[in-house]
T-cell receptor
Framework: DQQVKQNSPSLSVQEGRISILNCDYT??????FLWYKKYPAEGPTFLIS?????DKNEDGRFTVFLNKSAKHLSLHIVPSQPGDSAVYFC????????????FGTGTRLKVLA | DGGITQSPKYLFRKEGQNVTLSCEQN?????MYWYRQDPGQGLRLIYY???????QKGDIAEGYSVSREKKESFPLTVTSAQKNPTAFYLC????????????FGEGSWLTVV
């Protein structure tokens, strides 16, 4: 039972355009969401997070949108750069109680120069 | 320089042998985690610890063991009972077990020969 899903295993985008990575979750108790970027043979690097009290959070070229009713979040990268080429993971957690972080299976982004 | 240090980076193990992966953090985080990533797969939780002297099984704990005798250390032992141990292992930590950013080490590659 996959509680966090990234249904697109890969995405190719032209340099300078917008990259949109999607993530769906099934557990309505999740209220804290994170995005990570990962290069091969390295640990994931934290990019941006969002709490369920918000529907948008922005940090530079990265914006995360949360649609609680649809249990869906997305990461927008604008403008996309070749250095953004990596695997992106979304993760979900709860801010109360005891719970673990659940990760999606990742989306491989390729930004074409 | 705060962070999470995993060692060794690369490890080869003969079938039937136990091996221990080290994870040390100097972030003063309460919670620590071990994840496993297989090629083309997402991150799967092996074990997590919310506080010293306490740990819980994750989704794929069979064939693994951990200890949390010190706040900064969370070693993972891959036992001979683990049927498919060849993978990339990631250690992570967060300030608390919920609602915080989780930070990762650089990972350890384990290959069974």
């Amino acid at each position: 039972d996959q509680q966090v899903k990234q249904n697109s295993p890969s995405l190719s985008v032209q340099e300078g355009r917008i990259s949109i990575l999607n993530c769906d979750y099934t557990n309505s108790m999740f209220d804290y969401f994170l995005w990570y970027k990962k290069y091969p043979a390295e640990g994931p690097t934290f990019l941006i997070s969002i709490s369920s009290i918000k529907d948008k959070n922005e940090d530079g070229r990265f914006t995360v949108f949360l649609n609680k009713s649809a249990k869906h979040l997305s990461l927008h990268i604008v403008p996309s750069q070749p250095g953004d080429s990596a695997v992106y993971f979304c993760a979900a957690s709860r801010s109360s109680g005891t719970y673990k972080y659940i990760f999606g299976t990742g989306t491989r982004l390729k930004v074409l120069a | 320089d705060g962070g999470i240090t995993q060692s060794p980076k690369y490890l080869f193990r003969k079938e039937g042998q136990n091996v221990t992966l080290s994870c040390e953090q100097n972030l003063n985080h309460d919670a620590m985690y071990w994840y496993r990533q297989d090629p083309g797969q997402g991150l799967r939780l092996i074990y997590y610890s919310q506080i010293v002297n306490d740990f819980q099984k994750g989704d794929i704990a069979e064939g693994y063991s951990v200890s949390r005798e010190k706040k900064e250390s969370f070693p993972l032992t891959v036992t001979s009972a683990q049927k498919n141990p060849t993978a990339f292992y990631l250690c992570a930590s967060s300030a608390t077990a919920t609602g915080n950013t989780i930070y990762f080490g650089e990972g350890s590659w384990l290959t069974v020969v």
